[in-house]
């Protein structure tokens, strides 16, 4: 069966998440971090950061819901059931700090076929409020039996 | 500042997660996908119980990428991994590291992280500020 091509180089709406101090700690402490950064609004300023910084890994937080309409767009057409999560990458430039408003798009950056597997590429691209890069991501699913 | 040089093994994190932190990892990322949180789902689509989100696991090399940095979060300049298996709760995960290169300021270090013999992920690259 012939994978479907047409989606690449498609794009989506953007969206805008609101970063917040609390949100910021519950992550934090889930994956262990102890920096008084990701918790505490004088040890961040004290650091140099306008307010808590999110930890890098919390790019997920804030750009996963550009990635949502990407994922399930029948255009797209990606089999569920089949799919796992293969590879990611993220290239950080800004810190994201509470009160940040995060602006996310998100792009069909391939979509082959090799090896009996299908490969789906998606780019999503995070800016501040004043414009500013804060990360690029570039997520890799895998289907089995395509 | 940290001193890194080509060679260098960063040092090892170890973590066990418990059997709810799947459930925590869900609440803080926004990933609710039954595979990592409901048994019965996960073995009805053939795996052998709830498994890992592989995102948290990559933020276990993030923190032990960051961490070789000295800690500060905005030394994580770049992280780049492969999932190659499945991870499983109440486990304990190794992460482990060595400095590949350092140049104009930057290291390069492959990570791999590990339950025993399997590696969950590989060929995990992350670039880090000194």
């Known amino acids: ?15 805008t998440y609101e970063v917040g ?30 307010d808590v910084v999110a930890p890098p890994m919390f790019c997920v937080v804030y750009s996963s819901p550009a990635l949502a309409p990407a994922m399930f767009d029948p255009e797209v057409g990606m089999n569920f059931a089949a799919m796992v999560h293969g590879g990611q990458e993220f290239e950080w430039g800004e810190p994201a700090c509470s009160g940040d408003e995060i ?16 490969f789906y590429v998606f780019e999503t691209n995070s800016v501040n409020q004043d414009g500013g890069q804060v990360v690029r991501g570039t997520w890799t699913n895998i289907v089995r039996g395509v | 500042m940290a001193e890194l040089n080509a ?17 925590r990892y869900a609440g803080a990322s926004g990933d609710f996908n039954p595979i990592h949180i409901d048994p019965e789902f996960a073995k009805a689509v053939g795996l052998p119980s709830t498994i890992l989100h592989g995102l948290y696991m990559m933020g276990l090399v993030a923190r032990a990428s960051t961490e070789a940095a000295d800690g500060d979060p905005r030394a994580l300049k770049r992280l780049s991994v ?8 109440e486990t304990e995960i190794v992460v482990t590291g060595t400095v590949k290169s350092v140049e104009g300021g930057r290291a390069v270090i492959d990570t791999v992280a590990a339950q025993g013999e399997n590696q969950t992920i590989r060929n995990a690259e992350a670039e880090v500020a000194l």
């Open chain 1, 1 to 15: 069966m012939a994978i479907k091509t047409e989606a690449i180089g498609k794009e989506w709406p953007a969206t």
């Open chain 1, 21 to 50: 101090k609390e949100k910021i700690g519950e992550y934090a402490r889930v994956v262990g971090l102890e920096n008084p950064v990701h918790f505490d609004r004088d040890a961040a300023k004290g650091a140099g950061y306008r």
């Open chain 2, 7 to 23: 060679g260098d093994q960063i040092a090892e994190l170890r973590v066990t997660p418990d059997k709810y932190l799947p459930h």
């Open chain 1, 103 to 118: 602006t996310t798009s998100a792009k069909c950056l391939e979509i082959y076929e090799k090896d009996g597997k299908g």
């Open chain 2, 82 to 89: 492969q999932f190659r298996g499945m991870g499983a709760p």
